[in-house]
């Protein structure tokens, strides 16, 4: 094999060599035969005749040498390549159309592959990753991959199963500073088994052990930090540096070691800088540890040898209840007991994966969908070029050219296009990256940039290759059969309006890609719009919300509520602001102040959680956000006692535990000891985020003691920003230097929409490539069908056809394709639209106005690229037509 | 030369190869090694002896080099590679199979059957 390469490389970079030597080598042959002749008796001139005689044809055994080197094979190789090189400077619109359109197919296949590799296929680089499980807590309100610490000493002091059971808890709100540098930095605070348990080096220094879980001063750094803040220093270890979080609390830290290059924490996408000791947490919160209700630890476990893992899963299921069950009885939780599973963990925990994976895996059907847009965009072009140089064909067939041959040398042509196409796309890849990761995350994830690895080389040169047999082999099989007899005895722009089914069939199906793009961009542009405009339940548009920052002020404590009912007062005499009051807004509550309610008289289903959540408002909040009372009053300034005794429930908990009774006046428990009196019932509202329906919510009122943020509501007329800046002077009166985060409602819930948006925005303008690469194919292809039945439209007007009767012509051919091509396209979309579905808000995947719009789209545009070749065929002149022979 | 017979397809390779493993040759050297060895009993033309040898270097059998002949001209020599000793080896082993397969087929007589 690898003898005959060396040969074959040889035929083609020392060409000249070679022959020479070879007629050396027959000279020699021949003229020693003639000297062995003359020699024999045989006089010289008839020697050599003989000697010539007896050889045979040299030029032909010297085409057999070439033939037996596969020289052939080049020759005709380097022949076509040479030809197609020419036929691309001949026509470099088409070139330049198809290198273009296939590296961007190519390039952005790439770009998400390279994404979804980093994001879901690849491993940590740890010792046996396939080993790793995360440990999920499964409670009423979900699964959870953080939990709070004592978790963690219970499952490791109570089960022998796990070799090892480690963790870690991550943080992204620190500020490092070394010497006079600052920098935000992402913290965790890990177990002592941690690098251990991962099988991980130090690069200079020592790792952290199980002996330093106790540790609190020391830490390890990140190979990326040693590099950037401490400059690569090799006397590293022993150096100091600062932790400050949240501008609070400020520690100092000593480097023991470094870990190695590569590991960038069990968080991919996002960079570990800085591991502590977990005990550490203590210097930034004393009961860091101990807080029973704060999900903050991600626990990570390798088996025990020889235990499989469902043995692991079956005593988790059965004894961690038991475990948990006095802790849930003193939290007053009578709803179903929790779980604990195990979940494959050697891609580590990513908040960015769980985020963005649905995401990105619209978007690689998406470029998948671009991709195969583009190369049917070729084949048609290529159609009616195949068609328009079938006069050449015909001559090289008759000329005695193999259609063999023609095949060669049009895939030849079609290859190196797509050559060109991949190499263009996958240098473009990184920037294709780059623009996605723009869109995809506001910080910067290196880790996230595009590595060209591999199996994204893999990738980009099946796609290349895919792509030139792909839009190549029909329009190069169609073209080499053309009859050279029939096609030569015909004058030119006379062949008849039919050409074959598979140029229509191509045709059609990228139309079909395109209606399922056009389909796609339009479901998730309703989404984002449905997200965009409903309700929620509470004015989203106007409503501003401002929360102070005491502590960086170092404002007393004590005067915090003298303050804030100040602002309240400046906020409410002021004109432009219907009502001002304290809580925290709907979406932007936290979680966590969930809370068991026992209601007298109501018999809960086995099994039932009655789990609802609490949020403390002050008066007016109701009013200020648009919630409308249902039943009974508003919290009144004498409510806000230290221990709250009466609470406002919305509509959802009222029509589960009430029905149809009036609940005002009733009590309900809440929480293990809290009893309290329905004072109000409100409307609901969603609270956790937009797409989820609402949940039983109890509202309590904020203590005279206690603050919250400060939401406003402007008069109507009045511009938001107006009462921003009412907010903000009424904290610069009532608590100076204090600083105030005041935005719109709607601004924080824009944040929330980021995928919504980029996903919209994504699959609109891949929609709308595709809506353009499907013109351009039918604008080529009925432009061709014109010109090539210009003969038969002269006739046609000559005869009194009306000008209208000619556009009618050509555009019922365009609109039997569109037609074709939206018949096929539409079971597709609907099938497509299911695989998205969970993507989807408010709109069904079937739904058929969405449909019916995306097919009208898709028509006007094939109108539309049918129009020009329409009217020039209305214009032809008949004298000039028939003349032109 | 005395009667001559038809070279029966895939032999000559087989002929070249043998010749070849004796010592090095020139293309010319080959032919008329083959005539010395078959005695003359074989008939090639004499130009398809050069594919040929061309076909078993593009293959890795043959190796070659320039070297000089008697009458002091450059001349190209080909010598058997590795591959080319282990090729004629198992060609031989065919070779004689086939022999004397026909052997008994052709000694057959119309009773033993």
Known sequence: MLSRLRSLGRMIFRRSLWEQETSEELQFHLDQRAEDLARSGVPRGEALRRARLEFGAVESYREGCREARGARWIDELSRNLVYALRSMRKSPGFAGVAVLSLALGIGANIAVFSLLHRLILTTLPVREPERLYQVVLISSSGSHHRMPYPKFELLRDNFKVFDPLFGWGGFRDFELTVEDRKQPAHVAFVSGNYFDALGLRPAPGRLLTAQDERATEIAVISYGLWQTVFAGDAAVVGRSFSLKQRALREATFQVVGVAPPGFFGTEPGDSTDVYLPVHAIKRYDPQGLQHRGVMWFHIMARLRQNVPLPTAQAMLREHWPKLDEPERIQRGDQGRPHFMVLEEGGHGYSPVRVEFSGALLVLMGLVAAVFLIACANLATLLFVRGAGRAREMSIRL????????????????????????????????????????????????????????????VLGIALTLAAGFLFGLLPAIRASHVNPEAMLRAPSGSETGRRGWTAQAVLAGQLAASLVLVAGAALFARTLWNLNTTSGGFDRKTTVYGIPNFLAGQFPQDRIP???????????????????????????????????????????????????????????????????????????????????????????????????????????????????????????????????????????????????????????????????????????????????????????????????????????????????????????????????????????????????????????????????????????????????????????????????????????????????????????????????? | MGKQAELLPGTLDLLILKTVSLNPQHGYGVLLRIGQITGGALSIEQGALYPALHRLEHQGLLGCEWGTSENNRRAKYYRLTAAGRKRLGEEVEGWNRLVAAMRAALKTRPEEV
């Open chain 1, 398 to 457: 008759a000329l005695g050219a193999s259609r063999a041959q023609l095949l060669r040398q049009w895939m030849t042509e079609c290859l190196l296009l797509s050559l060109l196409g991949g190499v263009t796309g996958l240098l473009a890849a990184r920037w294709i990256t780059d623009l996605l990761l723009y869109f995809l995350t506001e910080r910067d994830r290196p880790w996230l940039r595009f590595h060209p690895n591999p199996e994204v080389l």
């Open chain 1, 562 to 885: 003298g303050a804030m009912k100040e602002v309240l007062d400046r906020l409410s005499r002021s004109p432009n602001v219907i009502r001002a009051s304290m809580g925290d807004p709907p979406i932007l509550w936290s979680g966590s102040q969930w809370r068991w309610v026992t209601v007298p008289g109501y018999v809960p289903e086995p099994g039932e959680d009655n789990v609802v959540f609490g949020t403390m408002t002050a008066p007016g909040y109701f009013q200020t956000l648009g919630i409308p009372m249902i039943a009974g009053r508003d919290f009144e300034d004498r409510d806000r006692t230290p221990r709250p005794g009466v609470a406002i429930i919305n509509e959802k908990l009222a029509r589960h535990y009430f029905q149809d009774n009036n609940p005002v006046g009733r009590r309900i428990l809440y929480g293990p000891k809290m009893p309290l009196e329905i004072v109000g019932v409100v409307k609901d509202t969603k609270d956790a985020s937009l797409r989820e329906p609402p949940r039983a919510v109890v509202y309590l009122p904020l203590p005279a003691d206690r603050w919250s943020a400060v939401v406003a509501r402007p008069k109507v007329g009045v511009a938001p920003s107006v009462c921003e800046a009412e907010i903000r002077s009424a904290f610069a009166a009532a608590a100076k230097n204090v600083p105030v985060q005041v935005e719109r409602l709607e601004e924080a819930l824009q944040r929330g929409l980021g995928r919504d948006r980029l996903v919209a925005q994504l699959s609109a303008a891949f929609g709308l490539l595709g809506i353009v690469l499907a013109s351009v194919g039918l604008y080529g292809a009925l432009s061709h069908a014109v010109s090539s039945r210009t003969r038969e439209l002269g006739i046609r007007i000559a005869v009194g056809a009306s000008a209208w009767d000619v556009i009618r012509l050509v555009l019922k051919q365009c609109l039997s394709v569109t037609g074709l091509g939206i018949l096929l396209g539409l079971p597709t979309a609907i099938a497509g639209g299911r695989l998205i579905g969970s993507l989807l808000f408010e709109v069904s995947p079937t739904d058929p106005l969405t449909l019916a719009i995306s097919a009208a789209v898709l028509a006007a545009a094939g109108l539309l690229a049918g129009w020009w070749p329409a009217r020039r065929a209305a214009r032809l002149d008949p004298s000039r037509t028939l003349r032109c022979e």
